[in-house]
């Protein structure tokens, strides 16, 4: 089998080469200013685990390279214009929203999107930052430089935020995982949870707006769309052409990973629908030290990305997977004194989801 280039070697590279091991994929996550000489892209296939990346000697080499999966769609999705104008194009229902381009544009803005405006910048801004909640009178604290550099949305009173994650191969054969209900806290997913089978409707309507804008975009391997419940509907808020947060909890709760599952779809190899029997819970470790307590909970499986432990910066993961979800529950209890305080709602959220 080809050998796979990741672009990008942070902890999504490096779950990706975790996944290729048992398969005997060779993956090499390789950072951005590596020497092209001393990365083997010629007879490998190119991913990327970031959706954007400068201007170096091997990002250039790159950029040439036949076998790079995606390669134009990454700065498309990358840039929150021309996202958000695909999803428009597919008539798929997102938040009304208008490019920011002008300091005049407010009286119209708050009379067409309502009286809390959601500012986005068009790249970069996540994990909660470059993004502000602007009501009337406080658009005169934005920053001068983000006009033309960002959308604004109307804000959404959603009662909930889910991600499908699913996979297209080169035929064109799409498959999903169940929807991951996530809860963000500073805009920054904390925990995530799964169900073999949960809402069929929601899942059916995320199934058919994934993959309208894998078909459109001709896109291989695993994409993310995150989306809020409003009503009985969804609505799309953001699209990740890549593996994702909210799909950790399918190293072990599901028999084929989103990390195998995309290097499945980018190398032409047989991409059956996972199975996924069981409840599963994913808790972000956020600037947390690891903690060997945790090893002590039968049901817990721990993913430590060995890096510097710093404020707001995620550094692992927890997955929780069992059919009994009062085993689950309990487990999630017994976790509360093992993280500190900020962790309780998230993982007493995970419990009421449970019940």
Not at 138 to 162: K, M, N, R
Not at 181 to 198: C, K, V
Not at 230 to 254: F, K, M, Y
Request: net charge negative.
């Amino acid at each position: 089998m080809k050998p796979v280039c990741v672009l990008g070697n942070g902890q999504l590279g490096r779950m990706l080469r975790q996944a290729g091991e048992p398969l005997g994929i060779s993956v090499y996550p390789v950072g951005l200013d590596a020497e092209p000489e001393a990365v083997p892209y010629q007879n490998s296939v190119i991913t990327a685990e970031i959706e954007r990346w400068p201007e170096t000697a091997l990002t250039q080499e790159l950029a040439r390279h036949k076998a790079f999966a995606n390669r134009d769609i990454f700065p498309r999705l990358a840039d929150r214009l021309p996202q958000k104008q695909l999803i428009d194009s597919r008539r798929l229902a997102t938040a009304p929203w208008q490019l920011l381009a002008d300091t005049s544009q407010w009286p119209q803005l708050f009379t067409e999107l309502g009286n809390l405006v959601i500012v986005k910048r068009r790249i970069g801004g996540y994990d909660g930052r470059g993004q502000w909640r602007i009501h009337p009178g406080d658009e005169t604290e934005l920053p001068d430089d983000i006009y033309g550099e960002c959308i604004a949305e109307q804000a959404i009173p959603f009662s909930g935020e889910v991600s499908l994650v699913g996979a297209r191969n080169e035929n064109g054969d799409c498959v999903f995982y169940p929807l991951t209900y996530n809860l963000h806290q500073d805009g920054i997913l904390r925990t995530s949870i799964a169900f073999p089978s949960e809402n069929c409707h929601l899942q059916q309507q995320a199934e058919s707006m994934l993959s309208a804008i894998m078909h459109e975009l001709k896109y291989v391997g695993v994409m993310a769309m995150e989306c809020f419940i409003v009503g009985d509907n969804l609505l799309i808020n953001e699209l990740a052409p890549r593996v994702h947060n909210s799909g950790h909890w399918t190293q072990n709760g599901a028999s084929i990973s989103q990390f195998e599952l995309h290097l499945r779809a980018i190398l032409d190899l047989p991409m059956p629908q996972p199975e996924v029997n069981a409840p599963s819970v994913m808790v972000n470790l956020i600037g947390t030290d690891t903690n060997p307590q945790w090893l002590s909970l039968p049901l817990v499986h721990l993913h430590w990305y060995e890096k510097e432990v710093r404020p707001a910066r995620k550094v692992g993961h927890l997955n929780l997977s069992h059919t009994d979800k009062n085993e689950l529950k309990n487990t999630l209890q017994k976790l509360i004194p093992m993280l500190p305080p900020e962790y309780q709602s998230g993982l007493e959220w995970a419990q009421e989801k449970l019940t």
